[in-house]
């Protein structure tokens, strides 16, 4: 008798995990190809990575990486997005999805105009927001569509600045948080990574793909194509007086970039709230983050290889207890300071969306808005390992020093224009 009730057991778990495996294989439609693929994660699919991690990506093939992404539900409780792979793991056989004939006739137009004032994009002077209720209408995006998979939308976290150095490279991101300044880390403007780039040089806003412009994406009826990205001067540089470049732990790693003009919002710029200090995150294990950005840069370490991507990417990865996170460091000889956070590190293994500098973001569902809680520091040298978090400056930790570097030119501006005739 007890032969059989555990034969029972064993058929009835061998049928559960049959069960949940073809749940997670879902399957999927791959443009241009007659065979059904399977939804994977990211990481699994060697196909989607080739195409994805290729240093140009034309509008056609971004079509193609947004068309191949598979929908999950929140609920489902996934860190890493599923994307459409070939089921016997070949690669795809044409990664391009066409414009339709209409559409490409309007992208055609679209990108002549472009062209003709590309001239304009390098010295475009914008005007300061006016009507603006920056505590209202900070971290809030135009459209109320729910977004999926790694890449991000045209107009999605329209608050992200990517930092432009001198010798041309771009490395690091930033965070608009109002109309003239960029939440950033302070190892992104000062040090042997920055020096090594010959300094920064501007700050570009409105970005999606580095490599295209205009920006289009053909959606369901419709092309939508994005601003031309907003190439901006800075006035100056504010580092936290107490960071020390040369310090293995990176404490105070966070600065504010001063834009030399204020910018305009729009679909594709506006600012992301910071943390308020009335109403403190109480944080759990587990609690979701996003990141995004360009790909993953460290500048402090000069042996990293840099892995970039020319499209924006997103990433949620889950908030890890200081507890937990200083007993994983302790043995890299690394000690988490009392205004660090730490995030991720369990299952993107090669998913790195969040550059050096960028927002650690929380979605704050009592106000529909995105809060700035992070800024991503540091990690370890492989992107993404297994098990090992990233370490994030607490930006509500600094928010007296922050308001007092935004008010001071605030005040000086109020007091020149008193001074005036």
């Given amino acids: 008798m007890l032969g059989w009730v555990l034969r029972l057991w064993l058929l009835f778990g061998c049928f559960n995990r049959f069960l949940a495996l073809a749940e997670i294989l879902q399957e999927c439609d791959i443009p241009n190809e007659t065979k059904r693929g399977v939804c994977l994660e990211v990481s699994r699919c060697k196909a989607y990575l080739q195409v994805r991690n290729a240093t140009n990506l034309p509008a056609e093939k971004v079509?193609?990486?947004?068309?191949?992404?598979?929908?999950?539900?929140?609920?489902?409780?996934?860190?890493?997005?599923?994307?459409?792979?070939?089921?016997?793991?070949?690669?795809?056989?044409?990664?391009?999805?066409?414009?339709?004939?209409?559409?490409?006739?309007?992208?055609?137009?679209?990108?002549?105009?472009?062209?003709?004032?590309?001239?304009?994009?390098?010295?475009?002077?914008?005007?300061?927001?006016?009507?603006?209720?920056?505590?209202?209408?900070?971290?809030?995006?135009?459209?109320?569509?729910?977004y999926g998979g790694e890449i991000a939308e045209l107009d999605e976290f329209p608050?992200?600045?990517?930092?432009?150095?001198?010798?041309?490279?771009?490395?690091?991101?930033?965070?608009?948080?109002?109309?003239?300044?960029?939440?950033?880390?302070a190892h992104c403007v000062q040090g042997e990574g920055v020096r090594d780039r010959q300094g920064l040089k501007h700050v570009r806003l409105g970005e999606f793909n580095v490599k295209t412009e205009p920006d289009c994406i053909e959606e369901p009826n419709y092309l939508s194509c994005a601003d031309a990205a907003l190439d901006i001067a800075y006035e100056k540089i504010h580092v936290h007086p107490e960071y020390k470049e040369f310090s293995n732990y990176k404490y105070n790693d966070i600065a504010i970039i001063r834009l030399k003009h204020p910018v305009s919002f729009t679909h594709f710029v506006m600012p992301i709230c910071l943390p308020n200090k009335s109403e403190p995150l109480t944080l759990a294990e587990g609690q979701m983050f996003s990141v995004s950005g360009w790909g993953r840069t460290d500048l402090f370490n000069k042996y990293f290889i840099n892995i970039h991507s020319p499209i924006k990417l997103k990433l949620r990865i889950p908030y890890v207890s200081n507890e937990n996170c200083t007993k994983?460091?302790?043995g890299f000889g690394v000690r988490l300071g009392s205004k660090q956070i730490c995030a991720g590190g369990e299952f993107a293994k090669d998913t790195c969306a969040g550059d050096s500098g960028g927002p650690l973001m929380y979605f704050d569902r009592q106000h529909s808005r995105w809060v700035a809680y992070g800024v991503v520091s540091y990690g370890f040298t492989q992107c993404g390992m297994a098990g090992k978090p990233a370490v994030y400056t607490n930006v509500a930790e600094y928010a007296d020093w922050i308001d007092s570097v935004v008010q001071q030119r605030k005040k000086k501006s109020q007091q020149t224009q008193a001074e005036m005739p």
């Fill in 159 to 185: 608050w992200l600045a990517l930092l432009v150095y001198n010798s041309n490279e771009y490395g690091c991101s930033g965070a608009l948080i109002d109309d003239r300044h960029i939440l950033t880390a």
């Fill in 63 to 146: 079509n193609f990486l947004k068309k191949v992404q598979c929908e999950v539900s929140e609920a489902e409780g996934s860190y890493e997005s599923l994307v459409c792979c070939p089921a016997n793991g070949q690669d795809y056989l044409f990664p391009v999805l066409q414009f339709s004939k209409f559409e490409y006739r309007r992208f055609l137009d679209v990108t002549a105009r472009f062209k003709r004032k590309k001239l304009k994009r390098r010295i475009q002077t914008v005007e300061p927001s006016s009507g603006f209720n920056l505590l209202n209408e900070c971290g809030k995006q135009v459209t109320n569509r729910i």
């Fill in 328 to 330: 994983i460091l302790e």
